[in-house]
């Protein structure tokens, strides 16, 4: 089940513990106002339904069609994080990205056209991702993926 914002701030201590990144280290890396929307439980991943996560949502600013600009992080089990990790090079890839090494050299970032906002921590527990990014957002980002991710480990 989700918690909405309003359920999210009656216990943030909950939802900080859970959650691999907080609002404001969020917002002091990149700059942002950023708020936690929602944080599912149990939640099976749309990339593979046999994996389940705690997947935390944050979001900042819109797009032009008054779309927030969205950032979504899954943590799984240790018992699971083999099978993300395996998997982010082939997602990436069937989304014409290329996976390369993060800046701390073991955890890995998607790279689609020279925007980086995605990516897997070094041990494959978080993944990372931006959502609804248009190219201008993208590129605003892309500079500090690196610190987000690095953050998240």
Do not use: K
Request: aromatic share 6%.
């Amino acid at each position: 089940m989700g918690e909405t914002t309003a359920e999210a701030a009656a216990q943030p201590e909950a939802v900080a513990e859970d959650c691999p990144i907080s609002e404001s280290e969020l917002s002091d890396i990149t700059g942002l106002d950023w708020v936690m929307e929602q944080r599912l439980t149990d939640h099976p991943l749309e990339t593979n339904e046999t994996v389940s996560a705690t997947v935390c949502l944050f979001t900042t600013g819109q797009d032009e069609y008054g779309d927030p600009y969205s950032l979504r992080t899954d943590v799984v089990s240790d018992a699971d994080a083999p099978t993300i990790w395996s998997e982010f090079e082939s997602l990436c890839a069937d989304n014409s990205g290329s996976s390369l090494a993060g800046a701390d050299g073991q955890s890995r970032v998607c790279d689609r056209n020279g925007s980086i906002i995605e990516g897997v921590t070094q041990d494959g527990v978080v993944s990372a991702y931006v959502v609804n990014a248009d190219a201008e957002f993208a590129a605003q980002l892309t500079p500090v993926f690196d610190q987000v991710l690095s953050a998240m480990s």
